[in-house]
């Protein structure tokens, strides 16, 4: 089957292309490509509003979620997440991870690894100067509760996720049985 040979300049671009057997194909040695009836130059619009669209799909998502991470000061349920990943593993003072956890060390760990703070602090109550204070009325998921020489994160439900001394692992309190925290704060 004959084809005609062409050319098309699309912002700069120029792709060769040569009609074969009713469809378009870039060049000679490759298979048609199954555009029969459309002009390359009509493809090429289609194909840049398809990605055009994709983009700005793909900016709004990250625009929210941007959104959602200053409203809440940082992205609240990823951090909870790091933390739950560490139920389980032992206790052991003054370590931060990833094998074994102190209190403040968990901590250390959880807002390191999200890349919120590369050096947070080790003691306890210095996490009340260096984050933004919150009233318990607002607490949230991913707030950092302190309590005197033990600090923990609220995990949401009433629970705190903490390197718990006496049970010697990583794991869940109730807010309940905490007692009355010395501060919250929100990194």
């Given at each position: 089957?004959?084809?005609?040979?062409?050319?098309?300049v699309?912002?700069?671009?120029?792709?060769?292309y040569?009609?074969?057997?009713?469809?378009?194909?870039r060049?000679?040695?490759?298979?048609?490509?199954?555009?029969?009836?459309?002009?390359?130059?009509?493809?090429?619009?289609?194909?840049?509003?398809?990605?055009?669209?994709?983009?700005?799909?793909?900016?709004?998502?990250?625009?929210?979620?941007?959104?959602?991470?200053?409203?809440?000061?940082?992205?609240?349920?990823?951090t909870?997440?790091?933390?739950?990943?560490?139920?389980?593993k032992?206790?052991?003072?003054?370590?931060?991870?990833?094998?074994?956890?102190?209190?403040?060390?968990?901590?250390?760990?959880?807002?390191?690894?999200?890349?919120?703070?590369?050096?947070?602090?080790?003691?306890p109550?210095?996490?009340?100067?260096?984050?933004?204070?919150?009233?318990?009325?607002?607490l949230?998921?991913?707030?950092?509760?302190?309590?005197?020489?033990?600090?923990?994160?609220?995990?949401?439900?009433?629970?705190?996720?903490?390197?718990?001394?006496?049970?010697?692992?990583?794991?869940?309190?109730p807010?309940?049985?905490?007692?009355?925290?010395?501060?919250?704060?929100?990194?």
């Amino acid at each position: 089957m004959g084809g005609g040979e062409g050319g098309c300049v699309a912002e700069g671009l120029s792709l060769g292309y040569r009609a074969v057997g009713g469809g378009i194909s870039r060049d000679p040695t490759q298979e048609d490509i199954g555009i029969t009836g459309r002009s390359l130059d009509s493809v090429l619009s289609r194909t840049k509003i398809t990605v055009l669209l994709g983009l700005v799909a793909m900016l709004v998502t990250a625009f929210a979620i941007s959104a959602n991470a200053q409203s809440t000061g940082y992205a609240s349920y990823g951090t909870v997440a790091i933390g739950e990943a560490q139920v389980g593993k032992p206790f052991a003072y003054g370590t931060d991870g990833p094998d074994t956890f102190s209190c403040s060390g968990l901590m250390r760990y959880i807002l390191r690894t999200s890349g919120i703070d590369y050096d947070a602090p080790w003691t306890p109550e210095d996490y009340l100067y260096r984050y933004a204070p919150v009233a318990p009325g607002d607490l949230q998921p991913g707030d950092i509760v302190i309590y005197p020489n033990w600090a923990t994160m609220y995990v949401g439900n009433g629970q705190l996720l903490n390197a718990n001394e006496w049970q010697g692992v990583v794991t869940y309190t109730p807010m309940a049985y905490a007692g009355e925290p010395v501060g919250i704060v929100r990194p």
